[in-house]
């Protein structure tokens, strides 16, 4: 495959990554959301999804690691049980549900949050756990069905934790247990077991290990609106995408 790709191909693939994972680095999610739908213009999907599930996974460990006392292990803990029936339910539904409909109500749900969280829309009350079951259960599933389940994750815990990077290192270690049942699910599919992926991975590798290093640095100057404002902007970007990639499958 990696014969069959031009130059210039190669250099905005990098280019992507780098802004996915610079991005990743600020707000501890985002990286699969920029990425996925940009390079699946141009790369197949197959080799697309389990590229970045791995890169992914090696973010989740750099800034969960680095962050570990800040993880809100209550809040993960109850997102993980109808996480793991969503992503059942999605690979089931993988080969049989047509996309266009899911996407569609998806992209318009996503952009409703993403407007409140651009505008600073927010209450003093936190939200409460019961809205961890559908956040969830979506989650998974779409993560399963398309590789992009983030948004749903982001917004239940974006109305949980105020503290902005509590909230970071909440994603990361969120999206690490996320990673772990999606690759155990990609290596029984066999779509972990081809060479180019593995090429793929560790030529990208420092490249995405110095993005999320310079993200981190800009993290630290962030305040807590602009970081709610900036996740805002990440939700608004995935909800386009998401009604392009609808419109275009």
Sequence with gaps: MF?????GQVAIAAAILLAAYFIRGITGFGSGLISVPLLALFLPLKFVVPLILLLDFTASIVIGGFNFKRVKWGEVAV???????????????????PPEPMLIALAAFVFIFA??????IHGDKLASRAWAVPASFTGGMVGALFGTGGPPYVIYLTHRIRDKSDLRATFSALFFTEGVMRIASFLVAGLLMTANVWIAYFAALPLVLGALYLGGRVHVGLSQAQMTRLVGLLLLVSSVSLLFKALHT
């Design 3 to 7: 014969e069959q790709i031009a130059a």
């Design 115 to 120: 407007l409140r969280s651009l505008f600073y």
């Design 79 to 97: 997102l993980i049980p109808f996480g793991i029936v969503g992503v059942i339910l999605g690979t089931s539904l993988l080969v049989s549900l």
